[in-house]
């Protein structure tokens, strides 16, 4: 599908996008532990598709603070309306997509900042599940690899769950984990019709069973059985 170049203004990639990553780690080293494994497996300076698990709000802030670039980010239209969440979506930018509908212009947008170069961080499972478990994943994220040819980098997320800010606020620290994994490279997408709609969703599920790879058991979810390990190599 035709895209337009995609624009970022720059007081949110020189100036917004630094300070709320700045803030976002104190606040981040300050309420919990923070663990990040598999850095080594990031392809710098190049455009890719980072996927996560999406249990609640905290994923994507703790994702974009310790990242080691900038990544452009798609997320639900209504976030942009909701005060105080609304504050870190307008100060970092991004990709807002209308969920339950086909969005061309999020898709355009996505195809467009992917293409310019930037990497890019979703959800498959199109919102937050508010459990650790796994939901089955939208065929989105293989239809957005299908249009660019790009990697994923998988990645697997735990301790974000909708009671960390009752255990942070309350000096727990409790434990935040990044596990990121090797990146991936899906299978063509073949037929036409059912067919290539069964392709698609075979192509999501086969990310979603590779970040249940990197999660533990309670995280996997529907995913549970068949999750892919990730091969056993230092990090």
């Keep these: 599908m035709p895209v337009e170049e995609y624009h970022l203004a720059w007081w949110r990639r020189w100036l917004a996008r630094p300070l709320v990553r700045v803030v976002l780690r104190l ?3 300050i309420l919990a532990q923070i663990r990040i494994s598999g850095r080594n497996n990031i392809p710098l300076h190049t455009p890719y598709i980072v996927v996560i698990n999406h249990i609640s709000l905290f994923e ?11 990544l452009e980010a798609i997320g639900a239209s209504d976030i942009w309306d909701r005060p105080g969440q609304n504050i870190l979506a307008v100060l970092w930018g991004g ?3 209308h969920r339950g509908d086909f969005d061309r212009a999020a898709v355009s947008g996505v195809l467009s900042a992917l293409r310019g170069g930037s990497p890019l961080l979703i959800a498959p499972e199109g919102g937050r599940s508010h459990a ?3 939901r089955k994943a939208k065929p989105g994220i293989s239809y957005i690899a299908e249009q660019t ?10 301790g974000t769950t909708d009671d960390f800010w009752q255990k942070a606020s309350k000096g727990k620290r409790p434990p935040l984990e990044m596990r990121i994994g090797e990146p991936l490279c899906l299978p063509p997408v073949t037929g036409i019709g059912a ?3 069964e392709s698609r969703q075979r192509n999501a599920d086969l990310v979603m069973h590779i970040i249940a790879g990197l999660l533990p058991e309670e995280y996997r979810g529907v995913y549970s059985e068949n999750a892919i390990p990730p091969e056993e190599k230092a990090v």
């Design 27 to 29: 606040v981040f080293y």
């Design 195 to 197: 067919e290539r709609r």
């Design 60 to 70: 994507a802030p703790f994702v974009g603070a310790f990242w080691p670039e900038q």
């Design 95 to 97: 990709i807002p997509v």
């Design 149 to 158: 040819g790009l990697p994923i980098i998988p990645v697997g997320i735990t």
């Design 132 to 134: 650790p478990g796994l």
